[in-house]
């Protein structure tokens, strides 16, 4: 709900004026509603690991898909106009969604979280301070008026787009990689050994966490320990004491059965060799030159 609320004001504070009014309330409320059905879950690390697992394109060699995501995306910070990052974004979702074989529910239920924090900080540039009227849309505030100004739509047009075409790239890449492939690339570009292991430690144990918290939110909650505020602010200070307390167990139980087996303080996962093959580089290339010609284009 959140989601789709802030996707229709946002929609409609960037082309305020740049589109009729009945045509833009149309397309606001239409793209607000893709929102509408669609609930973010932590379902944790399984999920995304069994969806790239899943995907078609997980046979496609890792360090291909990770130097082909790292390069769009420095291309798409770069561009200076929205096309390239929209139509970037255009492009890896249909990739990711219909070669892959991800599921359009399973793609914006992952995509809601982190858009939440996008369309909010698109807001925070929308809106001006100015002391007299003068925008395309002004609000009383505190002395002087909140108005939406067409340069401040353009600027969050592009930061926007921007951000919706990095998160593309990265979405493309941890729907189709699994996490002890992506490890393996980063080993072969020598990245040092406490580095990936940290990274797959938090990863792992941040959906821990979520998975833990939620156990015993609904364990509260089936005792009514969210029935009333003072109960509820009792109920939440509780949780997350025992919630620290538990993270402190885990950690000491995860230390105690690696100890137990002899780690040598580097992780490793078993994965096999996918060598890279003449049509996935073809691809990747030619994704690589447009999104380079259109970064190109733009600073014209």
């Known amino acids: 709900m959140v989601s789709s609320i802030l996707t ?3 929609l409609y504070g960037l082309f305020l004026g740049q589109l009729p009014t009945p045509f833009l309330l149309v397309f606001s409320l239409g793209a607000g509603l893709l929102f509408l059905r669609t609930h973010h879950t932590h379902s944790g690390i399984s999920s995304i690991d069994v969806l790239a697992r899943r995907s078609a394109l997980c046979k ?29 974004t255009v492009v890896l ?16 239920s992952k995509f809601s979280l982190p858009a939440v924090f996008l369309l909010l900080s698109t807001l925070a540039l929308l809106w001006n301070f100015t002391p007299e009227r003068g925008g395309l849309l002004d609000l009383p505030f505190f002395g ?8 401040a739509q353009t600027a969050a047009r592009l930061v926007l787009a ?18 002890p492939e992506l490890l393996a690339v980063l080993r072969r570009a020598h990245v040092p050994a406490v580095v990936t292991d940290l990274a797959v430690l938090i990863y792992r144990y941040i959906f821990l966490l979520f998975a833990t918290y ?12 969210f029935s009333g505020l003072r109960r509820s602010l009792r109920t939440t200070g509780q ?33 096999r060799p996918k060598p890279i093959r ?14 380079a010609l259109m970064t190109l284009l733009s600073y014209r």
């Not at 898909?65 to 096309?83: H, P």
């Not at 139980?253 to 490793?268: I, K, P």
């Not at 049509?279 to 290339?285: I, K, N, Q, V």
């Open 8 to 10: 229709a004001c946002v």
């Open 60 to 88: 496609v060699a890792p360090a291909l898909k990770v130097g082909c995501s790292l390069l769009v995306l420095m291309l798409c910070i770069a561009a200076q106009t929205a096309l390239m990052p929209l139509t970037l």
């Open 93 to 108: 979702c249909a990739v990711t969604i219909g070669i892959g074989g991800i599921s359009w529910h399973d793609y914006l």
């Open 144 to 151: 002087g008026y909140l108005s939406i100004l067409p340069t």
């Open 162 to 179: 921007r951000a919706l075409g990095a998160m593309s790239c990265l979405f493309f890449l941890s729907l189709s990689t699994p996490m």
């Open 214 to 225: 939620h156990e015993m939110h609904a364990a509260a909650q089936s005792r009514l320990g």
């Open 239 to 271: 949780l997350y004491a025992l919630l620290l307390a538990n993270s402190f167990r885990k950690a000491s139980a995860c230390f105690d059965a690696m100890e137990s087996r002899c780690c040598t303080g580097e992780l490793r996962f078993l994965t």
């Open 278 to 291: 003449v049509s996935h580089a073809l691809f990747a290339g030619f994704l690589v030159a447009g999104s």
